[in-house]
């Protein structure tokens, strides 16, 4: 079957980095995606990865490793508007995107 | 650019009634749209895939008569939950793309509230 894992909650001081995982198992790949989605919000799109390496996108950063089936979200010089939560989609062979569960982020001053 | 509106927001009627929601790309076009249902403090949760022109395909145990998809346009799809009940109360959020290989862009989302 496809799955997506990634911790269910993190918590991190403002102005720390802090990174979220994304492991995968999926029926081919055409790419992984991050979201952030505020509580009571639709998400947003932050970052998609269909080459290994690192995506680097301001304070936000994307890393793939298609061998080892895995990714990364990497946060820089967090704020309290941070406070979120991070969801990390794979699209199979299909053009289908399989969600994880999504990762909440919490913000401590 | 790639900028998803939805409406309405937000939708408070009674058991029973059917509700449209409205879900247009104003600056793309989406030749596939998505809808997407999420309760408190869960994931989201697919419901259906809608191409342009033709029928919509409906994941597992989500009822296609009860929550009707019509893509007639690339900039315009409508999800209607018919004979709404409280048990139908969610955050409803569509979202759409243009080409396979590209992000969903989501709206912001109607919730819903059947009393």
């Known amino acids: 079957g496809q799955n997506i894992d990634q911790p269910t909650e993190m918590t991190a001081t403002e102005g720390a980095i802090v990174q979220i995982n994304c492991t995968y198992q999926?029926?081919?790949?055409?790419?992984l995606f991050w979201y952030q989605q505020h509580a009571g919000e639709a998400p947003t799109f932050l970052s998609y990865n269909v080459l290994d390496g690192l995506e680097e996108k301001g304070r936000f950063s994307s890393f793939l490793s298609r061998s080892k089936g895995y990714s990364y979200l990497l946060l820089k010089e967090l704020q309290m508007k941070d406070s979120a939560s991070y969801l990390c989609a794979v699209m199979d062979s299909n053009y289908q995107l399989i969600w994880g569960a999504g990762t909440k982020l919490i913000i401590k001053p | 650019g790639a900028v998803v509106s939805q409406h309405p927001s937000r939708v408070i009627c009674k058991s029973g009634t059917s509700v449209k929601i409205e879900c247009r790309s104003l600056?793309?076009?989406?030749?596939?749209m998505f809808w997407y249902r999420q309760f408190p403090k869960q994931s989201l949760m697919l419901m259906a895939t809608s191409n342009e022109g033709s029928k919509a395909t409906y994941e597992q145990g989500v009822e296609k008569d009860k929550f009707l998809i019509n893509h007639a346009s690339l900039t315009l799809s409508t999800l209607t939950v018919t004979s709404a009940h409280p048990e139908d109360s969610s955050f409803y959020i569509c979202?759409?793309?243009?080409?396979?290989?590209?992000?969903?862009?989501f709206g912001d989302g109607t919730r819903l509230s059947i009393l």
């Open positions: 999926t029926s081919g790949f055409n790419g």
């Open positions: 600056d793309f076009q989406a030749t596939t």
């Open positions: 979202s759409a793309r243009d080409r396979e290989v590209q992000p969903q862009h």
